[in-house]
Protein backbone atom coordinates (compact mmCIF):
# COMPACT_ATOMS: atom_id res chain seq x y z
CA UNK A 1 0.00 0.00 0.00
CA UNK A 2 1.64 3.43 -0.47
CA UNK A 3 0.53 6.49 0.94
CA UNK A 4 1.86 9.99 -0.55
CA UNK A 5 4.36 10.68 1.76
CA UNK A 6 5.20 6.96 3.00
CA UNK A 7 5.27 3.37 1.17
CA UNK A 8 5.04 0.38 2.56
CA UNK A 9 5.77 -3.07 1.39
CA UNK A 10 6.40 -6.18 2.79
CA UNK A 11 9.36 -8.52 1.70
CA UNK A 12 10.33 -12.08 2.91
CA UNK A 13 13.97 -12.64 3.95
CA UNK A 14 15.68 -16.08 4.75
CA UNK A 15 16.60 -16.45 7.85
CA UNK A 16 13.93 -13.55 9.18
CA UNK A 17 10.33 -14.13 9.75
CA UNK A 18 9.46 -10.81 8.89
CA UNK A 19 10.18 -7.66 7.40
CA UNK A 20 8.80 -4.51 6.49
CA UNK A 21 10.70 -1.76 4.84
CA UNK A 22 9.95 1.60 4.38
CA UNK A 23 10.50 3.85 1.88
CA UNK A 24 9.72 7.43 2.40
CA UNK A 25 10.32 9.96 -0.59
CA UNK A 26 11.27 13.06 0.59
CA UNK A 27 13.25 16.32 -1.36
CA UNK A 28 16.14 17.96 1.00
CA UNK A 29 16.68 21.69 -0.45
CA UNK A 30 20.20 21.75 -2.40
CA UNK A 31 20.27 25.43 -2.27
CA UNK A 32 22.18 27.43 -4.89
CA UNK A 33 23.42 31.04 -4.69
CA UNK A 34 23.23 32.58 -8.55
CA UNK A 35 25.22 36.10 -8.65
CA UNK A 36 23.21 37.66 -11.20
CA UNK A 37 20.60 40.34 -10.91
CA UNK A 38 17.85 40.03 -12.24
CA UNK A 39 13.98 40.81 -11.73
CA UNK A 40 12.09 38.55 -9.48
CA UNK A 41 10.43 36.32 -13.17
CA UNK A 42 13.58 36.10 -14.65
CA UNK A 43 15.01 34.55 -11.53
CA UNK A 44 11.99 32.21 -11.37
CA UNK A 45 13.10 31.21 -15.33
CA UNK A 46 16.24 30.42 -14.58
CA UNK A 47 15.79 28.53 -11.43
CA UNK A 48 13.01 26.30 -13.42
CA UNK A 49 15.71 25.56 -15.85
CA UNK A 50 18.82 24.83 -14.64
CA UNK A 51 17.59 23.71 -11.29
CA UNK A 52 14.08 23.15 -9.70
CA UNK A 53 12.95 26.39 -8.69
CA UNK A 54 13.36 29.50 -6.83
CA UNK A 55 14.07 28.80 -2.94
CA UNK A 56 11.47 27.44 -0.98
CA UNK A 57 11.38 26.67 2.27
CA UNK A 58 9.44 24.26 4.40
CA UNK A 59 10.44 24.41 7.62
CA UNK A 60 13.26 26.38 10.07
CA UNK A 61 15.53 23.82 9.62
CA UNK A 62 15.53 24.78 5.87
CA UNK A 63 15.47 28.38 6.79
CA UNK A 64 18.57 28.24 8.73
CA UNK A 65 20.46 26.25 5.89
CA UNK A 66 19.55 28.86 3.45
CA UNK A 67 20.65 31.41 5.94
CA UNK A 68 23.65 29.51 5.99
CA UNK A 69 23.97 29.15 1.86
CA UNK A 70 23.80 33.40 1.75
CA UNK A 71 25.81 34.25 4.53
CA UNK A 72 28.96 34.58 2.92
CA UNK A 73 27.93 35.61 -0.57
CA UNK A 74 24.90 37.74 -0.69
CA UNK A 75 25.57 41.65 -0.66
CA UNK A 76 22.16 43.19 0.16
CA UNK A 77 19.51 40.95 -0.84
CA UNK A 78 18.51 38.07 -2.80
CA UNK A 79 15.10 36.82 -4.31
CA UNK A 80 13.36 33.50 -2.74
CA UNK A 81 10.69 31.80 -4.78
CA UNK A 82 7.52 33.41 -2.69
CA UNK A 83 4.96 35.53 -3.68
CA UNK A 84 1.97 36.87 -3.29
CA UNK A 85 -0.62 35.04 -5.57
CA UNK A 86 -3.74 36.61 -7.09
CA UNK A 87 -5.83 36.02 -4.10
CA UNK A 88 -3.79 37.92 -2.12
CA UNK A 89 -2.15 34.91 0.15
CA UNK A 90 1.75 34.42 -0.62
CA UNK A 91 2.72 31.22 -1.60
CA UNK A 92 5.39 29.02 -2.71
CA UNK A 93 6.70 29.88 -6.52
CA UNK A 94 6.85 26.38 -6.74
CA UNK A 95 3.31 26.04 -5.62
CA UNK A 96 1.45 26.12 -1.91
CA UNK A 97 0.81 28.29 0.79
CA UNK A 98 4.10 29.15 2.96
CA UNK A 99 3.34 28.60 6.62
CA UNK A 100 3.00 31.50 8.92
CA UNK A 101 5.19 29.69 11.75
CA UNK A 102 7.88 28.84 9.38
CA UNK A 103 7.97 32.54 8.03
CA UNK A 104 10.76 34.94 8.37
CA UNK A 105 9.54 37.76 7.84
CA UNK A 106 11.37 41.21 8.99
CA UNK A 107 9.62 43.58 11.57
CA UNK A 108 6.52 45.92 10.04
CA UNK A 109 7.12 43.15 6.67
CA UNK A 110 5.20 42.41 4.84
CA UNK A 111 4.27 46.13 4.15
CA UNK A 112 3.46 46.69 0.58
CA UNK A 113 5.24 50.34 1.00
CA UNK A 114 5.00 50.78 -2.32
CA UNK A 115 2.23 49.44 -3.17
CA UNK A 116 3.84 47.08 -5.95
CA UNK A 117 5.42 45.04 -3.63
CA UNK A 118 4.18 41.30 -3.92
CA UNK A 119 7.64 39.30 -4.19
CA UNK A 120 9.59 38.58 -1.41
CA UNK A 121 13.27 38.79 -1.34
CA UNK A 122 15.69 37.59 1.65
CA UNK A 123 18.26 40.06 3.77
CA UNK A 124 22.01 38.85 4.47
CA UNK A 125 22.53 39.07 7.32
CA UNK A 126 19.70 38.20 9.69
CA UNK A 127 17.65 36.40 6.58
CA UNK A 128 14.43 37.98 7.14
CA UNK A 129 12.05 38.53 4.12
CA UNK A 130 11.70 41.82 2.62
CA UNK A 131 8.39 42.05 -0.01
CA UNK A 132 9.59 43.99 -3.25
CA UNK A 133 8.76 45.26 -6.00
CA UNK A 134 9.19 42.30 -8.51
CA UNK A 135 10.77 44.29 -11.18
CA UNK A 136 13.75 45.18 -8.78
CA UNK A 137 16.68 43.24 -9.65
CA UNK A 138 19.00 40.71 -6.87
CA UNK A 139 20.36 37.77 -6.81
CA UNK A 140 18.54 34.98 -5.63
CA UNK A 141 19.00 31.40 -4.63
CA UNK A 142 17.97 28.33 -6.32
CA UNK A 143 16.92 25.02 -5.03
CA UNK A 144 17.60 21.39 -6.91
CA UNK A 145 15.08 19.42 -5.21
CA UNK A 146 15.66 15.89 -7.09
CA UNK A 147 13.66 12.95 -5.01
CA UNK A 148 15.62 11.14 -3.19
CA UNK A 149 14.51 8.06 -1.15
CA UNK A 150 15.32 6.52 2.31
CA UNK A 151 14.79 3.13 3.47
CA UNK A 152 14.07 1.55 6.71
CA UNK A 153 14.14 -1.98 7.66
CA UNK A 154 11.99 -3.56 10.52
CA UNK A 155 12.41 -6.76 11.39
CA UNK A 156 9.88 -8.30 13.84
Same mark, same amino acid.
Given at each position: ?????? *?? *??????? +??????????????????? !????????????????? =?? %?? =?? &? &??? #??? $? %? &??? %??????????? @? +????? =????? /?? %??????? $??? !? /?? $?? #??? &?? @?? !?????????? /???? +???????????????? $???????????
Amino acid at each position: MCFPAM *CY *CCVFVPF +LSFTVVSVSAYVPHRFHFV !NQRKNWTEAQNYCRQTY =TD %LA =TI &N &NMD #EMK $K %L &NET %LKDVVKSSAWI @G +LKRGD =TGRWQ /WS %LGGFYSV $KDS !N /WN $KG #EPN &ND @GR !NEFCVAMKKY /WGKW +LDESCGRQFPFVCFDG $KNYYRCELYNN
